[in-house]
């Protein structure tokens, strides 16, 4: 049986990550096992409490297992998505936000192009999905901010995405030393991930999906820092 590895970082969400970890263990993933692999990035609030909670209520089935990996001090998203993937063993590796800003409901249209067409990596875009389009205005400042860096992306790199910073990314596990590659420990590691595989030549898959966005007060972390530094880090890839 093939497995998909679901890397999930967390940063101070002991409000959510329960119900996350619940609706990845409940998600369609056309037949594959998932690999769970839970990332706590230095909390500082009762997140690991509540991770350690849950996971010792589980009771583990033949279709999915799940790990835990706590870190002692807060590097960034980025350095506990790098910790996942050096974890990972499945055949696919899949990226989870914490948040719950994007649904499991996605995960069979997420995974057909793997199954289905031989993707090698594929993106999940909110700027694809319409019934998204009336969220936009609710966090505008980072809907312009993804448009901006997603363009200055395509050009720098001749893509055509349309949503770069989405939350959702999968890859093929023959792609997991790029993934390891990149020294950006916070949000830019994302974009350093996108610039190395568009300068391997891979061909990226996009697939619309659902989004409810967070708003500051909420929760949401990326702050204006990051996009200044998502720019950079895309601009340094592109000559290096």
Do not use: C, W
């Not at 297992?65 to 055949?91: H, M, P």
């Not at 929760?219 to 990051?226: E, H, L, Q, R, S």
Request: hydrophobic share 40%; glycine share 6%; net charge positive.
């Amino acid at each position: 049986m093939r497995t998909l590895s679901i890397i999930i970082p967390v940063y101070n969400e002991e409000k959510l990550i329960t119900q996350t970890i619940t609706k990845v263990i409940s998600a369609d993933t056309l037949g594959l096992k998932k690999e769970i692999i839970v990332v706590d990035d230095g909390s500082t609030d009762k997140t690991v409490e509540s991770i350690k909670k849950k996971v010792a209520s589980i009771k583990i089935k033949q279709n999915y297992v799940i790990y835990t990996i706590f870190k002692k001090n807060n590097e960034g998203k980025g350095a506990a998505l790098k910790t996942g993937f050096k974890r990972a063993k499945g055949d696919i590796l899949m990226v989870q936000d914490a948040d719950e800003e994007y649904s499991t409901k996605d995960y069979p249209s997420l995974l057909t192009p793997f199954i289905k067409e031989n993707a090698q990596i594929v993106y999940g875009s909110r700027n694809k999905k319409r019934e998204n389009f009336h969220n936009r205005y609710s966090y505008f400042i980072f809907y312009l901010g993804g448009l901006l860096l997603t363009y200055f992306i395509n050009l720098l790199y001749g893509l055509k995405l349309t949503d770069q910073p989405t939350g959702y990314k999968l890859f093929l596990k023959s792609l997991k030393g790029v993934l390891l590659k990149p020294k950006e420990k916070r949000f830019a590691y994302e974009v350093a991930i996108t610039a190395l595989l568009a300068k391997k030549g891979v061909s990226f898959v996009e697939i619309p999906i659902h989004y409810k966005p967070r708003t500051l007060e909420e929760g949401k972390k990326i702050k204006a820092a990051d996009f200044i530094k998502s720019m950079y880090v895309a601009l340094k890839h592109r000559f290096s």
